[in-house]
Structures are given as structure tokens and as C-alpha cells.
């Protein structure tokens, strides 16, 4: 089969651990489009979920950091964080050894990436899953692109990792789910905490929105740091994604900043084509 | 100055319950694999967030930390702000070129 959905969301702790301390309507929103997210995704019945995120330290250091780095376990457990800080439980959720092999061997042609048969889950993915597949029952693939602990990959290299990972699960028999999931412009764990700079972000998902490739990766990283800090580096989830469906267009679902969740909360699919 | 090391031993706590059972027990013993200045040693013990922040530890890394130890999240993010203003501007890694836009 093939690449059956995609889409890209917010992983920001806060939005599960800080959820009674934000305005209750706009937190509602944001979960009603997360919600309407979930059941798009289930609609594409899928048969797995590949969740591109960037990690904070879960799994990966600068003792041995790659940059790019897919789970090859047949489980994942999470999260690493106190389930009472985070606000959520701590659970096994199921991977597919089988499925990642094969698409780590297919990708492996065209690009240098780790895999990892042992992964615990930060909020990066935890967040997500938390409303994405609530029951865990769907099989998940991680994904980790290093936003974390610079140097980073460049951006086009991180569109070009999405198109091989699309060229990848086109090759497969299953019908493959495709997540994105990180901040835009943020300071998380910073004193700059909760800022968000709402126009960088919007001028982001109008890039991404359209898939224009040429503008998602003509920011520098000094550029991103100085106007979308340092979660800012975090895009690279998004242009993976944006990568993997080239040729397509988005919808972005919700946007709106949320400061004690600290990130512009993000929910967008993609129109595939 | 050996930050490698402090947010080594900061990533190991925050992920592996073992590394924390160590901590808790026979801390001398676990302190001594890493190399750590006294300063940074004492930063750890005594759960000094904003030192750590002022030493250039990783956001990520610190605030799982603080989590692990039960601070507040409003307590976590005064106690940067705090560290900043007692030990001064953050000495090494990506936050030396922060800007700070929370006031």
C-alpha cells in the first residue's frame, strides 16, 4: 500500500501536564481539533503509525547522537517523565519490529540512519499519543530527528530524509500513518517560557500549509534561534513531513498560542496527493 | 567547568530508575564516575535549578529534572530567573546568546 495519512501536532508537556491552568476554551478547541485529528487518522485505517519527533535526552546524548534515528523494537514504553507532572500514565505501547526493518533497510539506500531496538518515550511522542491513539493499540515506529543538542541537520537534508522515509513506505504492503509532532516558535525550559511569536509561526504554516519547499528550508539556524528560540529547531519534524508529501497541500485544523502550555498549539493534515 | 558531564549524569537520572536507586543509596560511589567540579556536584545534591541553568545545562534536560525532583512548575521557572539574577548570565552553551523577552 502506502503513506495513507499525514499530519503534523503539538507535544508540548503543558498540554497535558498544565491542561487546568489554560483558558478552558481555547485548551477545548484545541482538543476538539486533536480530537477531529484522531479520527481522520483512524479513517485511513491505517495499520501503523510512524511518529516523527524530537526528542528531549529520553534516548539520545551527545555521547553517540544521531541525527536521525527510527526504532526498530516490537515495544516502546513510556513516558520517562513523572506521570503525575505529565498527565499521563506510564504504559507499553506496541511497535512492528518487522515493518521497521524493512523500511530502515529500504531507506538505508539513500540515507545514513540509526535505528534503535530500545526507545523509551518522552512527552514529544507520549503527547501526541495521548490523544492520537488513546486505547495504544495501533503499532508506532519512532522516528527521532536530533533538534536538541546542536550541530543539527540541515534543513534540507530533513525534507530530504521525509522523502525517502515516503519512498520507503510506498514499498511496503501496510498502510502507513505518518505524524509529525513538535513546537514552532517556543522557549520551552528557559525563563522565556510561554513566549511565542504568533507571526513567525503563522508565516511558518503558510510555508508548510502550501509545501513550498524553498521556503521552509531557507531559514538559517541563527535566524530560527533568534526569532523562534530554541524550540524553534524543532521545524525539522514538520519538514519531514512536509518532505514526505511533496506534491501535496495542508490544512491547517487549529492554531492558536497557548502560554502556560508554552508553544502555539498546531493541529494540520495533509491532502494527500 | 565540565558540563558534558553534569548533563551526562542529569540525563541518566531522568530516564533510568536504576541510575536513580544509585543516586539515592550510595550517591559517592555514582558521583565519582563523572567528573564534576565541586560546584557542580553541590549543584546537583542540592537540587540548585538555577545554578544548573546559569551553568549552561539544556532546558530539556533541567526541567525533567526539576519534574524528578517535585518542583512546581512555577517554582522550576523562578528558579532560573533566580539563578540568573544571584550567579549572573548563563556561562556556557546555547542559552549565552539568549535574549530575554519574559519581562
Redesign the interface.
Known sequence: MSLVFAGVCSHAPGITGRAHRADPAVRDAFYAKLGEMRERLEAARPDALIIVAAEHFANFFMNNMPAYCMGMAESYEGPIEDEEWLGIRHTTVPGDSDLSRRIIESMMGDIDLAYAEEWKFDHGIMVPLNFLTPRYDLPVIPVNVNCQGPPLTPLPRAYEFGRVLRRACDAQAERIALVGTGGISHWPATPNSGVINEAWDRDFLERFVANDRERLIAYTDAETFRDAGQGGFEIRTFITVAGATEGSTGELMFYAPIPIFAVGCTVATMNLA | MSL?YV??LL?QL??DPAIRKRFEESRDDLLAEYQLTDEERDAIVDGDIGLL?VMGV???????YA??IGQE?DQY?NA??EG?EKHGPVREG??T??????R
Not at chain 2, 539544556?58 to 525533567?64: A, K, R, V
Not at chain 2, 546568546?97 to 519574559?102: A, G, M, T, V
Open positions: 558534558y548533563q551526562k540525563y531522568n530516564r541553568y539544556n532546558g530539556q534536560l533541567l526541567m525533567h519534574a524528578l512548575w521557572i532560573m530567573k540568573v546555547l542559552y546568546l539568549l535574549e530575554d523577552r519574559s
